[in-house]
């Protein structure tokens, strides 16, 4: 049995591979829900989560310039059913202003502490507003820096846990601006978005 403070001892803690982590954002409310994401470099992808690193490969062999991500119309969406992740697959609209009211699919079997199932939402109407937040603000570094992104997102949501590597991927239509971004997960553990007792 995981208590939170065992949870927040043993996935919110350094993992200890300095080498290649970049950066931690890590959010907690009054009530004591959790959201970190830990950014590494995209290198890491390799070992941590070989089926991303495919996916990275394959989304930079679409660059039609180095300084533009691909075209959304290039990636073909049977590369990651091949890769086995297809149910781990999200497309977000960004390119409008008001960033918040980006279309987000979760990911398959996402259940949210009071219980609810989202498959689909307005990342601000995301039950959770930290983790709303978490992604509104990864979303904005995305378009900006038109780079693509590699971390691992842990959160302790009421009495859920979710744990999970994350590639994200800025897409463009007009080749002139990230208006699409493209998140693919593989989940740390098989027992992800277990119950937390």
């Not at 290198?43 to 310039?65: F, G, I, M, N």
């Not at 697959?89 to 949210?112: P, Y």
């Amino acid at each position: 049995m995981l208590s939170l403070a065992s949870v927040d001892q043993l996935y919110f803690s350094d993992d200890g591979d300095k080498s290649r982590h970049l950066q931690t954002i890590r959010i907690q409310d009054p009530d004591g829900n959790i959201v970190q994401l830990r950014l590494y470099r995209l290198d890491a992808a390799r070992k941590k989560a070989p089926a991303l690193h495919h996916a990275l490969v394959y989304y930079e062999s679409l660059r039609r310039t180095p300084s533009m991500p691909p075209l959304r119309e290039d990636f073909d969406e049977a590369v990651p059913i091949e890769l086995g992740l297809g149910d781990q697959v999200t497309i977000a609209d960004v390119g409008a202003a008001d960033i918040e009211k980006a279309w987000f699919r979760m990911q398959a079997n996402t259940r949210f502490p009071e219980g609810s199932h989202h498959r689909s939402a307005h990342v601000m109407n995301f039950p959770i507003k930290i983790y709303s937040d978490l992604i509104v603000h990864n979303f904005l570094i995305l378009r900006e820096t038109v780079m693509p992104q590699f971390g691992r997102v842990t959160a302790a949501l009421g009495d859920r846990l979710y744990d999970y590597w994350r590639l994200a991927l800025p897409l463009t239509s007009n080749g002139k601006q990230v208006d699409q971004i493209m998140t693919i997960a593989v989940n740390q553990f098989p027992g992800a978005y277990r119950l937390l007792s």
